[in-house]
């Protein structure tokens, strides 16, 4: 099992370009979950999601960024006309059951966003 | 609010001295308590959690919630124990975790 594929691991966008984040579970899991983390700060969540449906995105900025997962294929975390401020590390989440406490999370190897 | 605290950036400790990192948090309710570590160029990964009162790699961690602490300590550091240790609590039968700002760990030979 390679676990939580996170793709790529370093993005570099200008200014008002869109970035895509991509994140593969691990095998047989089915929730995912993204995070973010700010130069200087710990890891904010921003999305929960199942297959073909967001559970919670109390997290997410209210305008630009937007999550998916689709029936088949990755999740993508989808940043658009992006800002000097989206530049931070993203990194993605599984679970198989809900992430409740006796649920493990496994990270992926985040993705680096660099806005120019 | 509920906030994970780390008030050290960066520890470095010699070979075999006793390592504490430190963590506190604020939450009215009964949180769940989790060290995650992240050795270089690997994935984040869970550490402990409190609940299973385990020991991992020599480490331990006490939640005390008289202080609102969760200190993770092993009482001889090793070389292979240098990497970002993050602090994370999470409230029982939710998915949000909230992380500290990390302490980056240095065990010096």
């Known amino acids: 099992n390679a676990g939580v594929m996170q793709n790529p691991r370093h993005l570099v966008r200008r200014r008002g370009q869109e970035a895509r984040l991509r994140c593969s579970p691990m095998?047989?899991?089915?929730?995912v979950y993204w995070y973010r983390q700010l130069p200087e700060e710990g890891l904010k969540f921003m999305v929960y999601l199942q297959k073909e449906n967001i559970i919670d995105e109390s997290g997410m900025p209210k305008e630009r960024f937007s999550a998916e997962f689709p029936k088949e294929g990755p999740s993508i975390l989808r940043i658009q006309q992006v800002v000097r401020g989206d530049s931070a590390a993203y990194f993605c989440?599984?679970?198989?059951?809900?992430?409740?406490?006796?649920?493990?999370?496994?990270f992926g190897s985040g993705t680096q966003l660099s806005v120019l | 609010a509920q906030r994970v605290t780390q008030p050290e950036k960066l520890l470095s400790v010699f070979k075999g001295a006793p390592v504490e990192l430190k963590c506190n948090y604020s939450?009215?309710?009964?949180?769940?308590l989790f060290w995650y570590v992240q050795y270089s160029r690997q994935r984040l990964q869970l550490l402990l959690r409190h609940i299973s009162r385990e020991s991992i790699k020599g480490f331990t961690a006490d939640l005390n919630k008289g202080e609102t602490s969760f200190h993770l300590k092993k009482p001889f550091a090793q070389e292979e124990d240098s990497a970002m240790y993050y602090c994370a609590l999470t409230t029982s039968g939710t998915y949000k975790y909230i992380f500290g700002t990390g302490t980056r760990l240095k065990v010096l030979a």
């Open positions: 989440a599984s679970s198989r059951g809900q992430g409740l406490t006796n649920e493990k999370l496994f």
């Open positions: 939450y009215s309710g009964s949180p769940e």
């Open positions: 095998k047989g899991h089915s929730h």
